[in-house]
């Protein structure tokens, strides 16, 4: 409800339905954001899937706030999974990403497969709704996935910890005309 508006519509006479006034409701930029999460025992080893599951969080809060769609995909052992979405978040929190574990391989072509299917549907259903993909890893994988086509922006989210760090997160980045973040930069 508008009540400057519908006050001054109904002046100094009865309030009727004819005065009432409603403001636009902001829904965001009508972007989709998917999220994919690498979940492979590498992201167990010093804590970084703890990390990137804390950005998500993060993220998918922002996402309710500006009342943006999301979607969820997990990866590790043999396959990927959608765990959310593609929705606007009505209400998120830590028991929704809590059970996600991790552990096994890093199927990263399936991960990011899953990925490029919701990106797919999405574009289908608007195309000109802009659509990013969030790739959050450690880059500890031999695969190297095609960058999915109807991705209008790529982030990869660096989670490699250590002194030794191999930096394809990095390179994968480059070669798909994104960019590269640091997880541990972006709490600091």
Not at 41 to 63: E, H, N, T, V
Not at 155 to 165: K, P, Q
Request: hydrophobic share 45%; with cysteine; aromatic share 6%.
């Amino acid at each position: 409800m508008a009540w400057p508006p519908t006050l001054a519509a109904k002046r100094a006479g009865s309030l009727h339905a004819q005065h009432l006034r409603f403001a636009r409701r902001k829904t965001g930029s009508g972007a989709l954001h998917c999220f994919v999460l690498d979940c492979s025992a590498s992201m167990l080893a010093r804590g970084q899937l703890a990390l990137a599951k804390g950005l998500l969080i993060a993220l998918f809060d922002r996402a309710r706030a500006e009342r943006v769609e999301v979607a969820l995909v997990a990866f590790g052992g043999a396959a990927a999974e959608l765990r959310f979405g593609p929705a606007v978040p009505r209400w998120w929190n830590e028991r929704w990403i809590e059970p996600i574990g991790g552990g096994g391989g890093t199927p990263l072509e399936a991960g990011i497969g899953r990925a490029a299917r919701v990106l797919e549907t999405a574009a289908r259903r608007d195309p000109a709704r802009a659509r990013h993909l969030w790739l959050f890893s450690d880059g500890r994988t031999t695969q190297w996935p095609a960058r999915p086509r109807h991705a209008d922006h790529v982030t990869v989210i660096d989670c490699e910890l250590g002194a030794l760090r191999v930096g394809r997160c990095e390179a994968l980045a480059q070669a798909w005309a994104g960019e590269c973040l640091d997880a541990q930069a972006l709490l600091a």
